[in-house]
């Protein structure tokens, strides 16, 4: 369409629309490149309000022909090489194909190669591309190395899969950058149409933001993201990544992100947020203010759920928040088991505050739910809500297996097991840690109709010292209409070696049937 090799000052290509563009061939054999627009040299480009592909036209711009390619095929919408400064900005890229079921290719903008300044890839709508191939489905991916790196307010909808191994890669950097990493404010489907549709049934990945290189002391922002419209027409295994970070930057601030009425067909993995790096001494990282807006389901008969995951290691001195959260109105079908919020980074002297997150409305089928989990560091665990969760399985509304934590203010309430075997409800368990501070929590509404596992408002089996003090506890319930061998237990230590309880109120534990002599315990040694 367009290439530009060119060492000047400055080169700026705007405003032309490229359609029409065709590369086919009668033999299967033989793979075609369609690359719309080329920058190469050393100059400072503006690549700007340029439109490839027509709007209304499918396979407007193609490479292969559909179904009889099999030689690799690919499309790069804008392909950026050059070496000097570069700002893409404005531009459409619509209706490409990439043909050919080899490991054909489609990327909307590809930037490579610069080594300083800033690149700038804002404000670009990427719509309605497609691959027959298994080499990907990309819309903005960076390799080049710069200073400073946005991806901000850019569109990417309409994306269609029809190879089962295809990966789908919406947003992605992969160059190392030294001072800053901003994607923000991206719409990953909107109102004019959903992020991805997948005919077939689906192996390949679904990742839609993943940061996986990073200067030491560059600083992440991933804010104001919006994902939506993930959809499987076909029951796939395709795990799902929606916000992933891998590289050891500075800081990281992933936040105010929102994942909108997602119902995804799939039994493979899903992790809404993940970030799997270790801090250094000085390091932060912030993930505040994530939601679910509207609903998520998940369809698909088995896998496991994480809302957030880190499991690393982060140093003494560094800081982590984890604030201000609502991951909510959420079901799960078949044996998919909820892992919740799950942060075990840190070492003993890393500090770490889970805060006023909300987790509600939560229903599994067959597996189990586990709310929170917690463990590593020391700071505060408090002013969290988790309500009505429910599953025909375990449920457990926070588990701290590790660090020294003052967990409270607290409201847990509304957890119930439907099992009718071995399923039991726990509001808060402790299972290790240094010194865990327990106090002003309120837990009711816990539930069971299981033969054979307790309902407990507090579980206590291991830890050096444990303050369990003024929470408050009521309506637990074991609702069991057979002889069963587990009841009603306000608080329970199993284990620990120094554990100091005082001052709690209990009161309302019920047992429908008595099977035990001892069914109901108000705290149990």
Same mark, same amino acid.
């Given at each position: 369409?367009?290439?530009?090799?060119?060492?000047?000052?400055?080169?700026?290509?705007?405003?032309?629309?490229?359609?029409?563009?065709?590369?086919?061939?009668?033999?299967?054999?033989?793979?075609?490149?369609?690359?719309?627009?080329?920058?190469?040299?050393?100059?400072?480009?503006?690549?700007?309000?340029?439109?490839?592909?027509?709007?209304?036209?499918?396979?407007?711009?193609?490479?292969?022909?559909?179904?009889?390619?099999?030689?690799?095929?690919?499309?790069?919408?804008?392909?950026?090489?050059?070496?000097?400064?570069?700002?893409?900005?404005?531009?459409?890229?619509?209706?490409?194909?990439?043909?050919?079921?080899?490991?054909?290719?489609?990327?909307?903008?590809?930037?490579?190669?610069?080594?300083?300044?800033?690149?700038?890839?804002?404000?670009?709508?990427?719509?309605?591309?497609?691959?027959?191939?298994?080499?990907?489905?990309?819309?903005?991916?960076?390799?080049?190395?710069?200073?400073?790196?946005?991806?901000?307010?850019?569109?990417?909808?309409?994306?269609?899969?029809?190879?089962?191994?295809?990966?789908?890669?919406?947003?992605?950097?992969?160059?190392?950058?030294?001072?800053?990493?901003?994607?923000?404010?991206?719409?990953?489907?909107?109102?004019?149409?959903?992020?991805?549709?997948?005919?077939?049934?689906?192996?390949?990945?679904?990742?839609?933001?993943?940061?996986?290189?990073?200067?030491?002391?560059?600083?992440?922002?991933?804010?104001?993201?919006?994902?939506?419209?993930?959809?499987?027409?076909?029951?796939?295994?395709?795990?799902?990544?929606?916000?992933?970070?891998?590289?050891?930057?500075?800081?990281?601030?992933?936040?105010?992100?929102?994942?909108?009425?997602?119902?995804?067909?799939?039994?493979?993995?899903?992790?809404?947020?993940?970030?799997?790096?270790?801090?250094?001494?000085?390091?932060?990282?912030?993930?505040?203010?994530?939601?679910?807006?509207?609903?998520?389901?998940?369809?698909?008969?088995?896998?496991?759920?994480?809302?957030?995951?880190?499991?690393?290691?982060?140093?003494?001195?560094?800081?982590?928040?984890?604030?201000?959260?609502?991951?909510?109105?959420?079901?799960?079908?078949?044996?998919?088991?909820?892992?919740?919020?799950?942060?075990?980074?840190?070492?003993?002297?890393?500090?770490?505050?889970?805060?006023?997150?909300?987790?509600?409305?939560?229903?599994?089928?067959?597996?189990?739910?586990?709310?929170?989990?917690?463990?590593?560091?020391?700071?505060?665990?408090?002013?969290?809500?988790?309500?009505?969760?429910?599953?025909?399985?375990?449920?457990?509304?926070? +588990? @701290? &297996?590790?660090?020294?934590? !003052? *967990?409270?203010?607290?409201? #847990?309430? %509304? $957890?119930?097991?439907? =099992?009718? /075997?071995?399923?039991?409800?726990?509001?808060?368990?402790?299972?290790?840690?240094?010194?865990?501070?327990?106090?002003?929590?309120?837990?009711?509404?816990?539930?069971?109709?299981?033969?054979?596992?307790?309902?407990?408002?507090?579980? +206590? @089996? &291991?830890?050096?010292?444990? !303050? *369990?003090?003024?929470?408050? #506890?009521? %309506? $637990?319930?074991?609702? =069991?209409? /057979?002889?069963?061998?587990?009841?009603?237990?306000?608080?329970?230590?199993?284990?620990?070696?120094?554990?100091?309880?005082?001052?709690?109120?209990?009161?309302?534990?019920?047992?429908?049937?008595?099977?035990?002599?001892?069914?109901?315990?108000?705290?149990?040694?």
């Amino acid at each position: 369409g367009i290439y530009f090799n060119v060492a000047t000052n400055s080169i700026t290509v705007s405003g032309n629309t490229i359609t029409a563009l065709s590369a086919s061939s009668s033999n299967a054999n033989t793979g075609f490149a369609v690359y719309p627009i080329v920058v190469s040299g050393t100059g400072v480009f503006t690549v700007s309000s340029n439109t490839i592909g027509d709007v209304s036209t499918a396979n407007s711009i193609s490479a292969g022909t559909s179904p009889t390619t099999t030689a690799i095929c690919s499309i790069r919408g804008i392909f950026a090489i050059a070496t000097g400064g570069m700002t893409i900005t404005g531009n459409t890229i619509q209706n490409c194909s990439a043909f050919g079921t080899g490991a054909s290719f489609f990327i909307g903008i590809n930037t490579t190669t610069l080594a300083s300044g800033t690149l700038d890839i804002n404000n670009n709508n990427i719509l309605n591309n497609t691959t027959a191939g298994t080499g990907g489905l990309q819309g903005i991916l960076n390799t080049a190395s710069v200073a400073t790196l946005n991806i901000t307010g850019n569109v990417l909808r309409n994306f269609t899969l029809s190879n089962t191994g295809c990966l789908l890669l919406v947003i992605a950097n992969s160059g190392v950058v030294t001072t800053a990493i901003n994607i923000n404010s991206n719409q990953l489907g909107n109102t004019g149409g959903g992020l991805i549709t997948s005919s077939v049934a689906s192996t390949g990945s679904i990742t839609c933001i993943s940061n996986s290189f990073g200067g030491s002391t560059a600083a992440l922002s991933i804010q104001f993201n919006d994902i939506r419209g993930i959809q499987h027409t076909i029951a796939a295994t395709s795990p799902h990544n929606y916000i992933q970070n891998t590289a050891t930057t500075l800081s990281q601030n992933i936040s105010n992100n929102t994942f909108t009425n997602l119902n995804v067909n799939t039994s493979g993995d899903i992790y809404f947020i993940r970030n799997a790096v270790s801090l250094t001494a000085s390091g932060t990282k912030t993930i505040n203010s994530n939601s679910i807006s509207g609903t998520f389901a998940k369809t698909g008969s088995s896998g496991n759920v994480y809302f957030y995951l880190d499991n690393e290691s982060s140093a003494a001195g560094a800081t982590i928040n984890n604030n201000n959260n609502n991951f909510s109105n959420v079901t799960l079908s078949g044996s998919n088991i909820l892992n919740g919020w799950s942060n075990s980074d840190g070492a003993s002297a890393t500090i770490k505050n889970v805060q006023n997150n909300t987790f509600s409305n939560i229903t599994g089928s067959t597996g189990g739910l586990f709310i929170m989990q917690i463990a590593n560091g020391t700071g505060s665990i408090s002013g969290n809500t988790i309500s009505n969760c429910t599953t025909q399985n375990t449920v457990t509304g926070l +588990i @701290s &297996s590790a660090g020294s934590f !003052n *967990i409270n203010s607290n409201t #847990i309430t %509304g $957890l119930s097991s439907t =099992s009718s /075997s071995s399923a039991s409800v726990t509001g808060i368990s402790i299972t290790g840690g240094t010194t865990q501070s327990i106090y002003q929590n309120t837990i009711s509404s816990l539930s069971t109709t299981s033969t054979s596992s307790a309902v407990t408002a507090i579980s +206590i @089996s &291991s830890g050096t010292t444990i !303050n *369990i003090y003024k929470n408050k #506890i009521y %309506g $637990l319930a074991n609702n =069991s209409t /057979s002889f069963f061998s587990a009841g009603v237990v306000g608080i329970n230590i199993g284990g620990g070696t120094t554990n100091t309880v005082y001052n709690n109120y209990i009161g309302d534990l019920t047992v429908s049937t008595v099977g035990i002599s001892d069914a109901i315990r108000g705290i149990g040694v």
